[in-house]
């Protein structure tokens, strides 16, 4: 059973200018919250395109492709999403890939466009497919490009 409380009849309760101070408060901790944590996925953001546009694919990152289309063979599927990135990384912030255009991959850079060499190198002889998509769109803009690799054959 709950514990009553008591309460002194004869004070007075908070004011409504003491409740509206408690509310502003309470929004304006919320608002910084949400401040900081824009501030972290800002900085995780500058990062990763720091190290997307300056570094070289890493042999880890070519075997985690491998076991991409090594699972999605597993799973009888002919295509993987293999790589991903913020559209804003192109050239033209994904214009070039969202509206299909044949000349989209002079818009890559950094990784992406490592990744496709890659692609042109090895995995074209091979009898891959490759293409890219805007797979999200966050308020209605192009957000991440995803490469897709493809190895159904030519009739299906």
Known sequence: MAEKQHIDLEAAPASAKDLRM??????V???????????????KLT???????????????VAVVRRLVANAV????????VYSFPSNLCTDSGRAINSADRDWPQTLQGKAKEFYERYQKFGKPQGFKLKAMIVNFPGGMPGDVGFFLNWAPDDA
């Open 22 to 27: 408690q509310l502003l408060q309470r929004q």
């Open 74 to 81: 597993r799973d009888g599927k002919f295509e993987a999403m």
């Open 47 to 61: 990062d990763f395109a720091d190290v997307f546009l300056e570094e070289h694919v890493t042999p880890e990152e």
């Open 29 to 43: 901790e919320e608002m910084e919250k949400e401040r900081q944590f824009k501030a972290v996925q800002e900085q």
